[in-house]
Structures are given as structure tokens and as C-alpha cells.
């Protein structure tokens, strides 16, 4: 357990409306990451941070937005959600070398 | 590119071996990792490879050759628990910085 928490750890929301994932951890580390996972297209990298208020984008970062105003909380937020955004939200930090990720927040937006 | 290709779907039977190989493209190559997926969980850590070779750790075994972007995992005494995706993934520094970017996965069925 490399304790990484996400909330909600499921979201059923409307077309158009903002929506927040939390991901939380307890260990310290620098690098922390957003992953979305759909069916037939894997694990992809939405947004990471590299320390606090340091973020960069990644492969699927449009309609995305993150904040990282603390070492320990990094934040994903849909500004205006589309039915696209379903899918399973995972965060993951790094350790030495691998990474480890968090359980997941399943989003559905209907 | 990063293009990394590893097979959709593999069975095998219970107490055999199995290898799950990975194909990669990348333009800063900094490891290969291989994570195991139950259904509706997260993905676990299995394996690091960063240089050429074997890594071996119980009943799982890594393979590297950079020089051919080829990777496996070797899965021994299969077990019904076995029955997992396996996700290949690459740290390529010169596209993603230190994040992977993942294949799409091997399903990997283990029957009695």
C-alpha cells in the first residue's frame, strides 16, 4: 500500500457540469499523475506534476485542468464534463523508480 | 513514436508457463515496467527493466534487449489467480518526462 486515496470512487454527473477528483497521498512524493483508462486504448496520461504548482500536460489533457497547491493533493478537474470524459480515473504517484497508483474513480457523464 | 504492441488476449493452462511479450518505439528510452490488472482494480507493479537482460522475481521473470525494443514476461506455474491484463509500459523521457505510457494490454486467461 503505497497510500494513495482518491474520492469520490464513483460519479454519475449531467452533460456540462464541473467535476473535481481528489487524489491524496501520505508518503511525500515529488511526482504524482493522472491516467485515464478506457477499452481498447489502455492506460493515458491526462496530466502530471513534478511538485507543488509544477504541472505539465499529457496525451488526453484537453477538457482537463489540474492543481497542486500541496505536496500531499492533486487535483483533476473537468470544467465542463462531456459524455467523452466516461471512464476510469486513476492517480498514481512515483516511488524509486516504478510507479504506484491509487484505486481508481469511476466517472460516468451522462 | 511510442508506439508500444503486446498481443490482446492469451490462455494458457493452470501450472504451465506463459510468455507475454511487448514491442516498443521510443525516443528516450528510461525502463520498462510490466503491471498486473485484475478486473475493476487498480494495476500493480510486477517488474523493472532498464538494462538488457533477465530479472527474475519468484514465479515472474522480465526480459529486456533494448537494442531490439523487445521486452516479456514470463509467468511460471500459472494459477487460476493468474488470470489478469498485463500492461507493458515504457518511460520515454523525451515524450512524457518521467510518466509511462502504457499498451493497451494482454488478457491473459488461465483455465483448470
Known amino acids: 500500500d503505497a497510500g494513495i486515496t482518491q474520492s469520490p470512487r464513483h460519479k454519475v454527473t449531467e452533460t456540462g457540469t464541473p467535476v473535481t477528483l481528489r487524489c491524496h497521498q501520505t508518503?511525500?512524493?515529488?511526482?504524482m499523475y493522472w491516467y485515464r483508462q478506457d477499452p481498447g486504448h489502455g492506460l493515458r496520461l491526462i496530466h502530471y506534476?513534478?511538485?507543488?504548482?509544477?504541472?505539465d500536460k499529457g496525451e488526453v489533457s484537453d477538457g482537463y485542468s489540474v492543481s497542486r497547491s500541496k505536496t500531499e493533493d492533486f487535483l483533476l478537474t473537468l470544467e465542463s464534463a462531456t459524455s467523452s470524459q466516461t471512464s476510469v480515473y486513476f492517480c498514481?504517484?512515483?516511488?524509486?523508480?516504478?510507479?504506484?497508483f491509487g484505486p481508481g474513480t469511476r466517472l460516468t457523464v451522462l | 513514436g511510442q508506439n508500444i504492441d503486446q498481443p490482446t488476449e492469451m490462455t494458457a493452462t493452470e501450472g504451465a508457463i506463459v510468455q507475454i511479450n511487448c514491442t516498443y518505439q521510443?525516443?528516450?528510452?528510461?525502463?520498462l515496467f510490466w503491471y498486473q490488472q485484475h478486473a475493476g482494480e487498480a494495476p500493480t507493479f510486477l517488474s523493472y527493466?532498464?538494462?538488457?537482460g533477465l530479472e527474475e522475481k519468484g514465479r515472474f521473470s522480465s526480459f529486456l534487449s533494448r537494442s531490439k525494443g523487445y521486452s516479456y514476461l514470463l509467468l511460471k506455474e500459472l494459477q487460476m489467480k493468474d488470470s489478469a491484463s498485463y500492461l507493458c509500459?515504457?518511460?520515454?523521457?523525451?515524450?512524457?518526462?518521467?510518466?509511462?505510457?502504457f499498451g493497451k494490454g494482454t488478457t491473459l486467461s488461465v483455465s483448470s
Open positions: 509500459a515504457v518511460r520515454d523521457l523525451v515524450v512524457a518526462g518521467t510518466a509511462l505510457i
Open positions: 498514481a504517484i512515483r516511488g524509486d523508480n516504478e510507479q504506484f
Open positions: 508518503e511525500n512524493h515529488r511526482y
Open positions: 527493466n532498464v538494462l538488457d
Open positions: 521510443t525516443s528516450g528510452f528510461n525502463g
Open positions: 506534476s513534478y511538485g507543488v504548482k509544477d504541472t
